[in-house]
């Protein structure tokens, strides 16, 4: 049986194999998803837009995340993503896995959407609702710009902190309306 996560990364193939500008398309739709890496270089791509436009909702079988990503990507220049849909990490969950503020060495949850080592990132009309854990993380990017961007988690998630930035030049975020948990 072919699976959603299979005709991402199916998608993702494809694009990341063509030449020039490169769109993969989302349509309006619920769509549950397991944790995914979307890897370039993508050589011949000169921007790779995807235009999101659906309701995409984590996995909430903590066992599958062997990593601390529900969707990352991962060196993949030209990167814009948009169009207004959702990730729903369906963080509610998983909550009671999350043992971080109670001891030192715990296994994080999953951050829904993670850029790594990407280069010219536009991130706009992004919508992410309750985190297992950040909403986005940002690390080891250059020229990463993001706007109007929608974070929302209830005032009981632990630590679902809005975006965590580490090691990131020449950074732009505008418009966001980031409402987070106590933690």
Same mark, same amino acid.
């Given at each position: @049986?072919?699976?959603?996560?299979? &005709?991402?990364?199916? &998608?993702?193939?494809?694009?990341?194999?063509?030449?020039?500008?490169?769109?993969?398309?989302?349509?309006?739709?619920? +769509?549950?998803?397991?944790?995914?890496?979307?890897?370039?270089?993508?050589? $011949?791509?000169?921007?790779?837009?995807?235009? *999101? %436009?659906?309701?995409?909702?984590?996995?909430?079988?903590?066992?599958? +995340?062997?990593?601390?990503?529900?969707?990352?990507?991962?060196?993949?220049?030209?990167?814009?993503?948009?169009?207004?849909?959702?990730?729903?990490?369906?963080? &509610?969950?998983?909550? @009671?896995?999350?043992?971080?503020? %109670?001891?030192?060495?715990?296994?994080?949850?999953?951050?829904?959407?993670?850029?790594? *080592?990407?280069?010219?990132?536009?991130?706009?009309?992004?919508?992410? /609702?309750?985190?297992?854990?950040?909403? @986005?993380?940002? /690390?080891?990017?250059?020229?990463?710009? &993001?706007? $109007?961007?929608?974070?929302?988690?209830?005032?009981?998630?632990? $630590?679902?902190?809005?975006? *965590? /930035?580490?090691?990131?030049?020449?950074?732009? /975020?505008?418009?966001? $309306?980031?409402?987070?948990?106590?933690?």
């Amino acid at each position: @049986m072919f699976s959603l996560f299979q &005709a991402f990364l199916k &998608a993702w193939d494809a694009a990341c194999a063509s030449s020039g500008k490169v769109k993969i398309h989302i349509p309006p739709g619920t +769509y549950k998803l397991g944790p995914v890496k979307f890897k370039g270089p993508c050589k $011949n791509v000169t921007t790779l837009t995807i235009v *999101h %436009k659906g309701t995409i909702k984590a996995s909430t079988n903590i066992d599958k +995340y062997k990593s601390d990503y529900w969707v990352e990507f991962y060196r993949v220049n030209g990167l814009t993503l948009e169009g207004g849909g959702t990730f729903d990490g369906q963080g &509610a969950d998983t909550w @009671m896995h999350n043992s971080c503020s %109670k001891k030192k060495h715990c296994q994080a949850l999953p951050v829904s959407v993670k850029f790594i *080592h990407t280069i010219d990132t536009t991130v706009k009309r992004f919508k992410s /609702i309750n985190p297992k854990f950040f909403h @986005m993380a940002v /690390i080891g990017c250059e020229k990463f710009h &993001a706007t $109007n961007l929608t974070l929302e988690a209830p005032e009981e998630s632990p $630590n679902t902190d809005g975006i *965590h /930035i580490e090691t990131s030049t020449n950074l732009k /975020i505008t418009d966001a $309306n980031i409402r987070t948990g106590d933690d």
